[in-house]
């Protein structure tokens, strides 16, 4: 049979890709401060918040989009 | 509602930061969970999350096609139906362009034929994807590269395809609204739509960084402005039955909505007074 088109057999793989390197500004959580709200797990774009509230920064972009979010200012984006 | 803690987009996609569409992906598969059959058609989404050889898919998915996604789909489900696998949910993820323009008569005959599935239109409102050209969910006054403002053009000439009434009268059993800037709401809705027995459409609003021409840590609100100023409103229809299911406490003037993005920025006092009072006469008539 010809083959057509093409397969991916490893889910999730783009994990693969540490879009971390793209980061200018890198999001500083302080868990005193945090109330537990999950507005920035709830918004990050890459789900790289977990519900520990540890952020992965293999792959964050550093959007910002979880300091905008953060009710309370318990974010903070730094310079890298 | 219950919701996973896992997910199923996995990270390291090629998505712009920032970007609207992923986050509208991740919520709707944590209310769908892993039982789930995802289809793509050609878009953002397709491009940025399957970068051969990876996926970031962590559930069955395909891509055919840009016109065939909702095709693609009917098939997958008459192949579950016929193998006994009816508690697996079907769901199919398409850009604005996918599912205005180019996947409309594909869309509308599996919503005809009556395929239990969910269509999800995540709508950016261009096609970002290729370079930020309209499409027919562009917005009225919105510049695109291919709806430029300046001396010979005004910018987007025409208003916005309105899809979800285009499905509702299909007589499908569940047509929503969504923004990705209220999550509960939105997954709500998708939970409904995955109960429904028959097709479900939701039209789900995401600002795009680039298209629109703001910084990226504002997608969440932009998406929340253009609710608060009634520039897209939520909503849905159950059974034929409309109901509004959000309405803000004050609307705001969607000046404020305009003036934060980039493709908006040429438009004169008159240009948005106009969109102002075409906005007002379609929240008045739904006591926004």
């Known amino acids: 049979m010809v083959s057509v088109g093409a397969a991916v057999k490893e889910p999730g793989s783009t994990r693969k890709n540490k879009t971390g390197s793209w980061r200018t500004f890198k999001p500083i959580l302080d868990k005193e401060k945090c109330i537990e709200c999950e507005n920035c797990i709830m918004f990050c774009p890459e789900g790289c918040i977990n519900k520990d509230y540890d952020i992965d920064y293999d792959y964050c972009k550093g959007c910002g989009i979880c300091e905008e979010e953060c009710p309370v200012k318990a974010i903070k984006m730094e310079r890298e | 509602m219950e919701i996973s803690d896992k997910e199923f987009f996995a990270p390291g996609h090629r998505a712009c930061a920032g970007c609207g569409a992923t986050i509208g992906v991740r919520l709707a598969l944590k209310v769908l969970g892993e039982n789930t059959v995802a289809i793509s058609a050609t878009g953002c989404l397709e491009v940025i999350s399957t970068p051969y050889p990876e996926t970031a898919w962590e559930i069955p998915w395909m891509h055919v096609a840009f016109e065939n996604a909702a ?128 097709p479900a459409y939701i039209h789900l609003q995401q600002p795009c960084t680039t298209g629109w021409g703001y910084n990226p840590a504002k997608t969440i609100e932009l998406g929340r402005l253009a609710v608060e100023t009634g520039s897209w409103i939520l909503y849905e229809i159950e059974e034929g039955e409309f109901k509004v299911t959000y309405r803000p406490i004050q609307r705001r003037a969607v000046n404020e909505y305009l003036n934060a993005q980039k493709r908006f920025k040429h438009l004169t006092d008159l240009e948005k007074e106009r969109i102002q009072s075409h906005v007002d006469a379609i929240c008045i008539e739904l006591k926004i």
């Not at chain 2, 005809?112 to 969910?118: M, S, Y």
């Open chain 2, 71 to 198: 095709a693609v789909a009917s098939g997958v489900e008459a192949a579950l139906k016929s193998q006994g696998k009816t508690d697996t949910t079907v769901v199919v993820f398409g850009g604005d362009g996918g599912t205005a323009d180019i996947g409309l008569q594909a869309l509308s005959g599996a919503m005809e034929r009556g395929h239990n599935l969910i269509y999800i239109c995540y709508d950016n409102e261009a096609y970002m994807n290729t370079g930020i050209q309209r499409s027919g969910a562009t917005p009225y006054g919105a510049s695109t590269t291919t709806s430029p403002h300046g001396k010979e053009s005004f910018g987007e000439d025409k208003p916005k395809k309105n899809m979800p009434m285009i499905m509702a009268a299909h007589g499908v059993p569940y047509v929503a609204t969504a923004s990705i800037s209220y999550p509960e709401d939105f997954m709500k809705k998708v939970k409904k739509a995955a109960e429904v027995e028959g």
